[in-house]
């Protein structure tokens, strides 16, 4: 009993460690509104795709005026940080 205990806390443990270990800023969006938590108190939203014409200063200016902190091109899309 105690060797089947223990072989699930490491499961248990091993899945932790890979969800801790992965990169959470890759998203994977079909052009819909995403948001992804990055600590406790930020979080990034995602809506735009950016473009030639649409591209860093515009979606960063787009965040200001939306009353986001600051905003930028995250994988082709226009994200807003908190």
Do not use: H
């Not at 490491?10 to 801790?20: G, P």
């Not at 990169?23 to 052009?31: E, I, K």
């Not at 509104?33 to 406790?40: H, K, L, Q, Y």
């Amino acid at each position: 009993m105690n060797i089947i205990k223990t072989y699930v806390i490491l499961f248990f443990v091993a899945i932790l460690m890979t969800n801790t270990l992965s990169n959470s800023n890759v998203l994977a969006s079909s052009g819909q509104i995403c948001i992804v938590v990055i600590g406790a108190s930020k979080y990034v939203v995602c809506s735009v795709p950016c473009t030639r014409k649409y591209g860093e200063y515009e979606c960063w200016s787009d965040c200001i005026q939306k009353r986001y902190n600051d905003g930028g091109c995250v994988n082709g899309q226009c994200c807003c940080k908190m």
